[in-house]
């Protein structure tokens, strides 16, 4: 990957939440990184793999806090679920094909644990 750059040479100006997830990608995901990068969309995907695990928390969040979890409970318990469905995605050794919605953003759904009652 001598010609794909480092996460940290790319991450100037965004978020540390999105480049927590290059890194992650470049880490864990290189093939799929070096993918994204070449097609020019890495930032833009990385970014959006960002808001959707921050919509997806905050939405199981509500939920959880409506069936009587206390709110740091609740946002603990969603974060803890939801961070792998997009951001944290598994290693390619470990699941090397991952699902892509219709906008071509990648995400991985393992069983949800059932350790999400309150």
């Known amino acids: 990957m001598s010609d794909i750059p480092l996460p940290s040479k790319i991450s100037a100006g965004l978020t540390l939440s999105v480049t927590e997830v290059l890194q992650h990608w470049y880490?864990?995901?290189?093939?799929?990184y070096a993918e994204l990068y070449h097609a020019g969309n890495l930032?833009?995907?990385?970014?959006?793999?960002?808001e959707a695990t921050f919509n997806a928390a905050y939405d199981l969040e509500m939920e959880l806090r409506k069936q009587g979890c206390n709110p740091g409970m609740a946002e603990a318990r969603a974060w803890e679920t939801v961070r792998e469905w997009y951001m944290f995605l598994p290693t390619e050794e470990d699941e090397?094909?991952?699902?892509?919605?219709?906008d071509?953003?990648?995400?991985?759904?393992?069983?949800?644990?059932?350790?999400?009652?309150p």
């Open 96 to 102: 090397p094909e991952l699902q892509q919605q219709e």
């Open 27 to 32: 880490d864990h995901r290189p093939t799929m």
């Open 104 to 117: 071509g953003l990648y995400f991985y759904r393992s069983e949800p644990p059932e350790d999400t009652q």
């Open 43 to 50: 930032v833009e995907r990385a970014t959006e793999a960002y």
